[in-house]
Each structure stands twice: as C-alpha cells, then as structure tokens.
C-alpha cells in the first residue's frame, strides 16, 4: 500500500557533506511525521532526526545537532537529511520512516525504507 524509496547515501571523506532524500508514494491519505534513524555495525536504530509538520519544531538527536537538517515537502511527500560536516562515527545505515494514514485504514502505521548506507571515511 505505501512504499519509502530513499536516495543519495554513499561514501564522503570526513568534514564532507551527503543529502538524502525519502519519497513516499501509495494509498496515502495522510501524512504524520517523517524521520530518519540509523543504525551502525553491531548497534541498536536511533533516531536521528524527525520532522512533525503542523508548526511543530523538528526534534534532532543530540550527536547531530547543529549539523543535519531535515525538510519536508508535503506537495510531493518527500523528507530530506541535509547532512553536514560528517563524521566516521556517522557512518551507518540510513533508514526513513514515516507514519501515515492510509486510505483504507482508521489508525495511521509506521513504514519504513530499505535503507541507504553512508560511509564516512578517508
């Protein structure tokens, strides 16, 4: 029914920036709130950033801050993680998740992407 397609992971040199995107398409009636976690080599997912709409400020883990920033476009159901001034223990896979109404359904659910690997190495 939904399906979270992301892009633009690979691999930077440290200092280096990346820009991910998540686009989301199906029976969508509407859309919550769009994230991003990670999930490195021999860890648990974390959140890395979320997006809430309706005014709401975005909310950052606090090893990011001041150095991502997620945007939504809801004309085209899209969520982005401008990525900057990366670092080696950035180095994960990103996965975007969002929580949405369906058309056919009372109760919104979380879906999640495939997930895009960045590498942060020189």
């Known amino acids: 029914q939904v399906q979270l397609v992301e892009s633009g992971g690979g691999l930077v040199q440290p200092g280096g920036s990346l820009r991910l995107s998540c686009a989301a398409s199906?029976?969508?009636?509407?859309?919550?709130?769009m994230a991003w976690y990670r999930q490195a080599p021999g860890k648990e997912r974390e959140l890395v950033a979320r997006?809430?709409?309706?005014?709401?400020?975005?909310e950052y883990a606090d090893s990011v801050k001041g150095r991502f920033t997620i945007s939504r476009d809801n004309t085209k159901n899209t969520v982005h993680l401008q990525m900057n001034s990366l670092k080696p223990e950035d180095t994960a896979v990103y996965y975007c998740?969002?929580?949405?109404?369906?058309?056919?359904?009372?109760?919104?659910?979380?879906?999640w992407g495939q997930g895009t690997q960045v590498t942060v190495s020189s």
């Open positions: 998740n969002a929580r949405i109404l369906v058309i056919t359904a009372w109760v919104p659910n979380d879906y």
């Open positions: 199906g029976s969508i009636f509407r859309i919550d709130a």
């Open positions: 997006s809430f709409g309706g005014g709401r400020p975005p």
